[in-house]
T-cell receptor, first 111, second 115 residues
Framework: SQELEQSPQSLIVQEGKNLTINCTSS?????LYWYKQKYGEGLIFLMM?????EEKSHEKITAKLDEKKQQSSLHITASQPSHAGIYLC???????????FGTGTSLTVIP | EAQVTQNPRYLITVTGKKLTVTCSQN?????MSWYRQDPGLGLRQIYY???????DKGDVPEGYKVSRKEKRNFPLILESPSPNQTSLYFC??????????????FGSGTRLTVV
């Protein structure tokens, strides 16, 4: 089973609509990272959340980490075609130095 | 420009023919890592390195080797490639490990096909 579950797997929205992507862990997270990937390209770091209840925003993207540090959400306000891509959450394991990713959410924004 | 450079971008090879995918970063990052990305399986960590001469296995290390002789370079070696290693490979680096504010910088990817 995946350590980080993302939902939904894919999302198609009309330009201008808001949307939310979720990332859930069965274990307490010690840092939750959000990345965006354009199809077939490398990932781009969006933001990192560390504290329970923390919220960060960058342009029209807001990410939150719940108080228990087991779930994070990524919210896009007034989506644009430039937001299209695959969004992945990632985290480090509590022991060792491995870093792992969720399976990703594919976002399509229709003009 | 700060970047992670992978080469080649595309590679088609035959089963059993040794190959190396190079990765170089110019940011003086300590942490470097290799991932493979497959449909339905997402990104899986192959190997990572905390610093020069320090490497460790990720989740899917079988069939791969790495070395970290210099801080900037972290090549991925496939001694005897097999078709199940056909995948999209990414190299990534980070200033430190994962208990700080630093995210990864990713390379552009290497699409490997083994026939």
């Amino acid at each position: 089973s995946q350590e980080l579950e993302q939902s939904p797997q894919s999302l198609i929205v009309q330009e201008g609509k808001n949307l939310t992507i979720n990332c859930t862990s069965s274990k307490t997270l010690y840092g939750l990272y959000w990345y965006k990937q354009k199809y077939g390209e490398g990932l781009i770091f969006l933001m990192m959340l560390q504290k329970g209840g923390e919220e960060k925003s960058h342009e029209k993207i807001t990410a939150k980490l719940d108080e228990k540090k087991q779930q994070s959400s990524l919210h896009i306000t007034a989506s644009q075609p430039s937001h299209a891509g695959i969004y992945l959450c990632g985290a480090g394991r509590s022991t060792g130095n491995q870093f792992y990713f969720g399976t990703g959410t594919s976002l399509t924004v229709i003009p | 420009e700060a970047q992670v450079t992978q080469n080649p971008r595309y590679l088609i090879t035959v089963t059993g023919k040794k190959l190396t995918v190079t990765c170089s970063q110019n940011m003086n990052h300590e942490y470097m890592s290799w991932y493979r990305q497959d449909p339905g399986l997402g990104l899986r960590q192959i190997y990572y390195s905390m610093n020069v001469e320090v490497t460790d296995k990720g989740d899917v290390p079988e069939g791969y080797k790495v070395s970290r002789k210099e801080k900037r370079n972290f090549p991925l070696i496939l001694e005897s490639p097999s078709p199940n290693q056909t995948s999209l490979y990414f190299c990534a680096s980070s200033l430190k490990g994962f208990y700080g504010q630093y995210g990864y910088t990713f390379g552009s990817g290497t699409r490997l096909t083994v026939v």
